[in-house]
T-cell receptor, first 115, second 113 residues
Framework: AQSVTQPDIHITVSEGASLELRCNYS??????LFWYVQSPGQGLQLLLK??????LVQGIKGFEAEFKRSQSSFNLRKPSVHWSDAAEYFC?????????????FGRGTSLIVHP | DGGITQSPKYLFRKEGQNVTLSCEQN?????MYWYRQDPGQGLRLIYY???????QKGDIAEGYSVSREKKESFPLTVTSAQKNPTAFYLC????????????FGPGTRLTVL
């Protein structure tokens, strides 16, 4: 079974600083990988996705993520954080299990942005 | 605009009452999902449906029931058997291959008094 680990429960950065959120996955084959963002009291919004091809993936809101197969990682990055980026971020891996498609989500990383 | 709607946004119920949360999508997606979200626990899968008239239990199905009579609709009933129903509930549908990414509704906050 696949699993996703987001080792950081909270990350605090200053506005304008760079950001990296970590995500490690466990899956036997090439995974479908996703990053979602959730503002308080809202649903999840897809930031970016990866399945194959270029391992550096560009997403919305200036985010990017890099797939590293050797490290089983899919870390999310942003060169300069804005106060509006404060939110909960979820990494997810998608896989078929017994004919069903069941994504697995990490527990999330809460991003706090200081002015 | 295509998307997923959930209603109501906030729901209050007395202990022991059943309550039904609505989820509707106009994305023409076959698969739909219900998740429960509690602080610090991420998303936990309650039920999912790959196609109309078919659904499967997720990791925490006890105390919940669903139906999938129409492609557009996947309502979730929280029954009195659910021991701790107060939570944030998210509905999602799944897009097309190859990515199969999920699209989420805005959520329903259920509070049982």
């Amino acid at each position: 079974a696949q699993s996703v680990t987001q080792p950081d429960i909270h990350i605090t950065v200053s506005e304008g600083a760079s950001l990296e959120l970590r995500c490690n996955y466990s899956y036997g084959a090439t995974p479908y990988l996703f990053w979602y963002v959730q503002s308080p009291g809202q649903g999840l919004q897809l930031l970016l996705k990866y399945f194959s091809g270029d391992t550096l993936v560009q997403g919305i809101k200036g985010f990017e993520a890099e797939f590293k197969r050797s490290q089983s990682s899919f870390n999310l990055r942003k060169p300069s954080v804005h106060w509006s980026d404060a939110a909960e971020y979820f990494c997810a891996v998608g896989a078929r299990t017994g004919g069903s498609y069941i994504p697995t989500f990490g527990r999330g990383t809460s991003l706090i942005v200081h002015p | 605009d295509g998307g997923i709607t959930q209603s109501p946004k906030y729901l209050f119920r007395k202990e022991g009452q059943n309550v039904t949360l609505s989820c509707e999508q106009n994305l023409n997606h076959d698969a739909m999902y219900w998740y429960r979200q509690d602080p610090g626990q991420g998303l936990r899968l309650i039920y999912y449906s790959q196609i109309v008239n078919d659904f499967q239990k997720g990791d925490i199905a006890e105390g919940y029931s669903v139906s999938r009579e129409k492609k557009e609709s996947f309502p979730l009933t929280v029954t009195s058997a659910q021991k701790n129903p107060t939570a944030f509930y998210l509905c999602a549908s799944r897009g097309l291959a190859p990515y199969n990414e999920q699209f989420f509704g805005p959520g329903t906050r259920l509070t049982v008094l």
